[in-house]
């Protein structure tokens, strides 16, 4: 039986034992093309199952090189929240440095509304999740954005101390999907298990 086939075996039984097994078997592999497989199982009623995908996913994150989980980190994300569109940003002391994003213009990322929501995000020391932003370009001086421009919204933050040190933004249009309460956990578990395994300037204090 292939590791697909096995894979597809072991959800559908769902069975605590067997999914531990498989994913044991997954990690010793250690192929970072599996990255993706224990995302469904972070959030699973079982606790053993939901740590033992917690332990898998972070063995194969281990196989990519540091400066490259950020952006596999907001890959996996976007994915599991079948988002359009992110990044990672950076808080510093003059405001945000991008990382790495996916399918989203600077010109969006700078934008007054991005901005804003980073901000909020950082002030607040908490997760957003919404489906009321403003389409990026727009501004009060113009006509009011089309239902068909809006977009919904997460970010999660990484906090060291009393900080925001970073955030992982992911928007998609809302009129393909908004996001629920699910995709907001989803998204936590996932950044909270891999935080720990980025670059120590992305999860480290920075400010004194």
Known sequence: ?????????????????????TLKT???????????????????DDEIVREQASTCLQTLILQIVPEK????????VNNAINAER???????AEGFQTVASHNIKSEAITHQ??????????????QILTSNTLQ??????????????LRAVIVVP?????????????DTPLKLKAFSADDLALAQVIV???APLLPPHLRSQLFS
Request: no cysteine; hydrophobic share 40%; glycine share 4%.
């Open 158 to 170: 990484i906090i060291a101390g009393d900080d925001v040190i970073s955030m992982i933004y992911s």
């Open 26 to 44: 997954i990690a010793k592999e250690g192929k970072r093309t599996h990255t993706h497989l224990p995302i469904p199982l972070l959030t699973h």
């Open 192 to 194: 909270k298990t891999v």
């Open 136 to 149: 990026d370009y727009w501004n009060a001086s113009d006509a009011p954005p089309q239902p068909d421009t």
């Open 69 to 76: 989980r950020p952006a596999h980190l907001l890959s996996l």
């Open 113 to 126: 509304i991005t901005q804003e929501i980073l901000k909020s995000v950082r002030e607040g020391k908490e």
């Open 1 to 21: 039986m292939s590791q697909s086939d096995q894979w597809q075996t072991a959800l559908a039984d769902d069975n605590p034992e067997t999914l531990v097994a």
């Open 86 to 92: 992110g990044f990672v940003a950076l808080a510093d």
